[in-house]
């Protein structure tokens, strides 16, 4: 795949620091990496290596100490549309029906309601969400409200979607109903994606590329390629297929520090 | 939950919620006339009612209801329109929360009624100087629930809110009112309560006319009847701006919204 670069990290440096106590923490230190138009980008680590502190940078959250983040060769200085953001706490405005969450950057964009709920039921057919169109947030399971989160994000046309370990808060079962409905969302609604996770069956089953992070302050330790058809990604039949298993293992004794880039 | 209940029109009134009313009419038909307390000490029902028939005649007492609800709602207004931004500027910005806080501590103590001889010099006895205390008081209750109310909204919304193109005047139309209503709400229901209680203070000393002033009044004559009177207008007002304002406008929102439990 040789598509152009959509995100461009550059010798990014990230520091937190905790006012209360003045305690500086390093989050991430030259960690430099692209994103290329429309691929589904992975980024695994172990806790603390930094990878929601990127995706903060990336979504303009958080200002970098050093380095630069910029996207189509523009600096990223604030948060915007074209970046939307799926978080693990859904983030899903309580006051609003499901159906008016969706159709949220719609209606900060300045469209009519008839068009924006149009436009929010489709994505919520998308996500299998159209009979909870009229409920609050608090009335859904948690994973409806992320379905929601998704729909709400796509239902705005970003050009790139960031997702911060967006199904680690769901249980097990309806883990793998989400992650084999995100693959086929994004064939469906192809865009960039870059998704944080700490999970590297996670990560090699939605992914094309893998970027495995250092534990902190998180550096590239390696970049994975993920060849399998996207049409092969099932979880009855994936765990059979050499290829999944040969690249999780390799993946997981990256993460681990076991294996050498 | 309920052990029942009535419709009154198409209100819904729990037996429950009824039972402590008649046990006060109970208790204040029996206990003056057991305890031998005289008259003009403390009414009869019956004096009670007979002076509310009179007052309604002549029209006294809706013109007392309506001079202090309109200073109430007046001063609501003006003590919410200055606190909401206020209390929203105080929790957004770190210069203007230097910049006022302390002032307004100092200024919360001396809230209310204390106000009142003052007032009365700048504004003179009556509308002025009522509607001032009040809104003063108002002001105070709503301002400080407004700061908490914003402080509570989670920065994960803010977040979400940003990335999907929330910007200028829709972030307050779209995140921060909504996300402090909770509290904004908690916080104009106290911020009545109290209006209340700085209506009649007011009232008693500054006022020229309404329910506090009505009932002062009447001690220089003792007419216990129309003290009483007075009391069980104030009372009775203010249940019916709960039940009928603020109970549904909270079922129809936080409540709905999963914000609050009922």
């Known amino acids: ?43 695994v680590g172990p806790s603390g290596c930094g990878k929601s502190t990127l995706l903060s940078a990336i979504a303009g959250f958080l200002k970098p100490r050093g380095g630069t983040v910029s996207m189509d060769g523009r600096p990223i200085l604030e948060p915007g549309a074209d970046r939307g953001v799926v978080f693990q706490e859904y983030a899903l405005l309580p006051w609003k029906t499901v159906l008016e969450n969706v159709g949220l950057g719609l209606k900060l964009r300045g469209v009519a309601k008839a068009e924006r709920d149009a ?42 979607m960031l997702m911060d370990e967006p199904f680690a808060a769901v249980d097990a079962q309806t883990r793998l109903t989400l992650q084999e409905e995100l693959v086929r969302i994004w064939d469906e609604n192809r865009l960039t994606v870059l998704f944080i996770t700490h999970s590297v069956e996670e990560a090699v089953f939605l992914g094309d590329r893998i970027i495995v992070l250092t534990p902190g302050p998180g550096k590239v330790r390696a970049v994975v390629d993920v060849p399998i058809p996207r049409d092969q990604r099932h979880w009855a039949t994936i765990n059979a297929n050499p290829q999944f298993v040969a690249i999780r293992d390799r993946t997981l004794a990256l993460v681990r520090g076991l294996e050498a880039a | 939950m309920s052990a029942g209940f009535f419709r009154l029109g198409r209100f819904r009134v729990d037996l429950l919620a ?28 019956g ?20 001079d202090s609800l309109g200073r109430l709602f007046l001063a609501f207004l003006i003590g919410n329109a200055l606190a909401v931004p206020i209390g929203i500027a105080i929790a957004l910005n770190r210069s203007a929360s230097d910049f006022l806080r302390p002032v307004l501590t100092f200024l919360q103590s001396i809230a209310g009624v204390a106000w009142v001889p003052l007032a009365v010099i700048w504004f003179g006895i009556g509308m002025g100087s009522v509607v001032f205390v009040i809104a003063n008081t108002i002001f105070f209750s709503t301002l400080y629930n407004t700061v908490a109310g914003v402080e509570s909204i989670p920065k994960v919304l803010h977040r979400a809110v940003r990335s999907h193109g929330g910007r200028g005047w829709a972030l307050y139309s779209e995140l921060i009112l909504p996300g402090a209503f909770v509290n904004i709400l908690l916080g104009l229901r106290i911020a009545m309560a109290r209006g209340w209680h ?10 020229s006319n309404g329910l506090g002033y009505m009932t002062m009044e009447a001690v220089q004559w003792y007419q216990s009847s129309t003290i009483v009177l007075g009391i069980l207008c104030i009372g009775c007002l203010w249940l019916a701006m709960d039940q009928l304002i603020f109970r549904p406008l909270e079922r129809r929102t936080v409540v709905r919204w999963g914000m609050v439990r009922q």
């Open chain 2, 47 to 66: 004096a009670v009612w007979d002076k509310a028939v009179e007052l309604t005649a002549n029209g006294q007492l809706q013109d007392n209801i309506l």
């Open chain 1, 1 to 43: 795949m040789s598509a152009k670069t959509k995100i461009s990290v550059v010798d990014l440096r990230m520091e937190y620091v905790d006012e209360n106590r003045g305690i500086r923490h390093i989050a991430t230190d030259g960690l430099t990496l692209d994103v290329k138009e429309n691929e589904f980008l992975c980024v």
């Open chain 2, 18 to 45: 009824v039972l402590p009313f008649l046990l006060l009419i109970l208790m204040w038909r029996t206990l003056p006339s057991l305890t031998g307390m005289p008259e003009y000490m403390f009414p009869t029902i």
């Open chain 1, 119 to 160: 436009v929010a039921m489709r994505f919520l057919d998308i996500t299998n969400l159209t009979h909870a169109a009229e409920k609050y947030p608090h009335e859904l399971s948690g994973g409806m409200k992320q379905r929601a989160a998704v729909a709400r994000t796509l239902a705005n046309k970003p050009e790139v």
């Open chain 2, 198 to 207: 700085a209506l009649v203070g007011a009232e008693m000393i500054a006022g």
